[in-house]
């Protein structure tokens, strides 16, 4: 069976993010102050993020270059291969090509260092000395450990309980790379010694979490890092996209259909984007769809609406596709999946109907996973098995060579007691409509 493994040189690693806001039709709502419902200005978000970031973050630039010293650190595992899946195509009998852009490779087994880098370089060249932050699987939080750990910084995590348990190599991981792991919620923080008093054996949540990182971030000497939802984080994902642009063009190859799972949008962003631009500057017209889990569906379910970002209420009003800010989701075994709320700029993308929406539940997304390690020898992460059965689902109805691009934007290495818990069918399906209900009637 022939191999279609797309590799490129380091040379060709992308110089620029690129900036989808200045291309959009639209500008995107603006965050408001919770008291006086006033735009958020960038003297707003100075206690958490450093100039360059904060910079990055209302930009109105269409391309925003890529410190050397970034780029440095990106070549350790950057560019990412593109790998046509050949025998995932074979055992659904398809007549579409499937592509998928493997993030897989990178030091701690996914996408997420893309932005942890840069984040990590530009609040060192601050002088700060400690970042903190907020992780749902491990994902995010091993891989600012793993940045931090190139720039000299301190870095300390708030895990989400649920994946706090599920998940203790990411933990390791985490450690590993020097940085200091809490389960959330916490006795470290006032808002986690609340949720404990209310709910000993709270599962935690990612809004949850990132209220007890940003509540830790108050010293002068310390910021706060996010993984996914703002701006600048999804501009740094965006390296995959345009990579993944280079790889198809030198296939003579451009995609019909490009889907990625969606928890925050940093994934989904950093594939589509580039793609995205050619939709809103040229002929080309691929379809992008975000599959999030059934059990946390913001897009799918959820009301557009300002919203905090956080549980505690810490954070500016985001305009956002949200479950409500009080939504606690169940402790499904894609934990990078598992936030209340989506990423202002893809939610506003979503409204403007520029991207499509689904939702998967947890039995057919491992089985995705499944079929994809036994034909393509990757063990995908939970959250891409997401795209991967939205991909197979699109593949199976496909009546012409449709070509279609996704993202494996993590290994599922560290997930294999989730895979356990597939193959001894002791997963299970929750209904989150009642708590959606709740949370939503319950909006600022």
């Known amino acids: 069976m022939p ?19 200045p291309d959009l039709p639209e500008p995107p709502p603006p965050p408001l102050r919770p008291g006086t419902r006033e735009p958020v200005g960038p003297d707003d978000l100075t206690p958490l993020f450093p100039p360059d970031l904060i910079a990055q973050e209302v930009s109105s630039e269409r391309y925003v270059d890529i410190p050397e010293a970034v780029q440095d650190a990106y070549r ?48 060192a060249t601050q002088g700060v000395r400690r970042l903190t932050t907020e992780t749902g699987a491990g994902q995010w939080g091993s891989a600012l450990a793993f940045a931090c750990a190139q720039f000299d910084l301190e870095c300390e995590v708030w895990m989400v309980r649920a994946s706090y348990d599920q998940k203790p190599y990411r933990r390791t991981m985490m450690e590993l790379f020097g940085a200091k792991v809490h389960a959330s919620p916490s006795p470290e923080t006032s808002t986690g010694a609340k949720a404990l008093a209310d709910d000993p054996s709270h599962p935690g949540s990612l809004g949850l979490a990132i209220s007890e990182a940003v509540e830790s971030a108050a010293p002068s000497d310390t ?10 984080v999804l501009l740094h994902q965006t390296v995959i996209g345009e990579e993944a642009q280079a790889q198809l063009a030198s296939l003579g ?5 490009i889907i990625a799972c969606t928890g925050g949008g940093s994934n989904f962003a950093g594939l589509t984007f580039p793609f995205l631009r050619d939709k809103l500057t040229t002929r080309a017209n691929p379809r992008l769809l975000a599959v999030e889990p059934a059990a946390c569906p913001s897009l799918t379910q959820g009301r557009y609406a300002y919203d905090f970002g956080d549980t505690a209420g810490f954070t500016p009003l985001l305009k956002m596709h949200t479950l409500g800010h009080e939504f606690i989701p169940d402790p499904i075994h894609a934990g990078g999946l598992r936030y209340h709320g989506m990423s202002p700029l893809l939610s506003h993308i979503h409204d403007l109907g520029l991207i499509e929406a689904a939702a998967k539940p947890q039995s057919e997304t491992f089985e995705a996973g499944l079929l994809f390690a036994r034909t393509e020898g990757i063990v995908p992460a939970p959250e891409p098995a997401h795209a991967l059965a939205a991909v197979i689902a699109e593949a199976r109805a496909a009546t012409g060579p449709v070509v279609i691009l996704t993202s494996v934007c993590g ?14 069918g002791s997963l299970t399906e929750p209904d989150p409509a009642p708590r959606i209900a709740a949370a939503l009637s319950r909006l600022p």
Do not use: C, M
Not at 82 to 94: I, Y
Not at 411 to 424: F, I, Q, R, V
């Open 3 to 21: 191999q279609t493994r797309i590799n490129l040189d380091e040379s060709d690693l992308p110089r620029r993010w690129y900036n989808v806001v």
């Open 76 to 123: 350790l595992w950057r560019p990412t291969p593109l790998v046509r899946a050949h025998r995932l195509e074979k055992a659904l009998g398809t007549p579409a090509r499937i592509y998928f852009k493997y993030e897989g490779v990178s030091p701690v087994g996914s996408h997420k260092p893309n932005t942890a880098v840069p984040q990590a370089y530009y609040n």
């Open 223 to 232: 910021r706060y890092a996010l993984g996914s939802v703002l701006n600048h």
């Open 253 to 257: 190859e451009y995609p019909d259909l």
């Open 411 to 424: 290994h599922g290495l560290l997930d294999l007691a989730a895979y356990g818990a597939h193959l001894t």
